[in-house]
């Protein structure tokens, strides 16, 4: 009996559920980069036409080094990687690559910062943009749930646990809202380990029947995706079952490996996620 070969999603020879050795000096070499394209073509996303602009914004909150008489310096970093980029960076490889400065002696933080913005970006394959604030600073981070409607008190009955876009409708007359759900569980691509995370429509467009929304949200339990993969099936889902005038979609997964990943894709350039982080996060 013959068997389908699995489709190939660039991440077959990562780090991701392989014992590895920690490294403790800087290691550029350990960032581990997978073409989106592999994804994309799923979902009939051609090279140079994609139906979103966007970015995934993630959160580092175990970066450490030492300063130039041997002290530990701590701090925490944001990193954007446009949704243009032709690859992702993957999670684990990310988490090895900033374990490696923990013993890296650096002048100050701007260095670091320079070290990591460079070093992504030839990973990415463009510009990514990365913050870093020391302890020391005292930066704040703000939590808050988005200023919409939260859709996980429905009373609706639920049997599918694999996408279906079929569960998406849409009619009526034009509305404007934003649309979430705290239920969103996918699973890591390679690893099979829960994801967990917060889901937001924002929209203009015919009304989304909520009940079918949250169906389908929930349909992504048992589904085996990237954060980032996730985020753009659902905007292309939604797209062609709901035909929205505008239409932003964000997630906001909780942290594994003291990083957390947040995808945003919109229809047009302007429309922005809210700013405040997941609870959970």
């Keep these: 009996m013959s068997s389908t070969p699995a489709r190939p999603h660039g ?15 800087y290691a550029p070499e350990l960032l581990f980069p997978i073409e989106r394209q592999l994804k994309r073509d799923e979902l009939g ?6 139906p979103f602009v966007g970015e995934d914004l993630w959160n580092a909150y175990e970066l ?42 650096c002048a100050a933080a701007d260095e670091v910062q320079a070290t990591i913005a460079r070093d992504l970006s030839a990973a990415a394959g463009a510009g990514v943009e990365v913050d870093i604030e020391p302890l020391a600073l005292r930066p704040q981070r703000i939590s808050a749930y988005p200023d919409g409607v939260c859709l996980d008190g429905l009373e609706i009955d639920i049997d599918r646990y694999q996408p279906d876009p079929a569960l998406l409708r849409a009619g009526g007359g034009e509305v404007s ?23 937001v429509v924002r929209y203009t467009g015919p009304a ?10 929930v349909s992504f339990r048992e589904h085996n995706e990237f954060h980032e993969q996730c985020v753009e099936r659902v905007f ?3 797209t062609a079952r709901c035909k929205p005038r505008e239409l932003a979609v964000w997630a906001r997964y909780t942290r594994r490996g003291g990083l957390d990943i947040n995808p945003f894709r919109a229809s047009r350039e302007g429309l922005e996620a809210d700013a405040g982080m997941e609870v959970r996060q």
């Excluded at 991440?11 to 000096?25: I, K, N």
């Excluded at 996303?45 to 994609?50: E, N, S, W």
Aim: hydrophobic fraction near 35%; glycine fraction near 6%; include cysteine.
């Design 11 to 25: 991440a077959e020879s990562s780090p991701l559920g392989r014992p590895v050795a920690y490294r403790d000096t």
């Design 45 to 50: 996303l051609r090279p140079g036409a994609l």
């Design 64 to 105: 450490s080094w030492l300063d130039p008489r041997g002290k530990p310096m701590v701090a925490l970093a944001r990193f954007r990687v446009p949704a243009s980029s032709p690859r992702l960076i993957e999670s684990k490889s990310l988490k090895l690559y900033l374990n490696a400065f923990n013993q890296q002696r």
């Design 177 to 199: 809202e934003t649309l979430y759900s705290h239920l969103l569980k996918s699973n890591c691509l390679v690893t099979g380990q829960p994801d967990w995370g917060m889901l």
């Design 208 to 217: 989304i029947e909520r009940e079918g929304l949250l169906r389908y949200i």
């Design 236 to 238: 292309c889902d939604l």
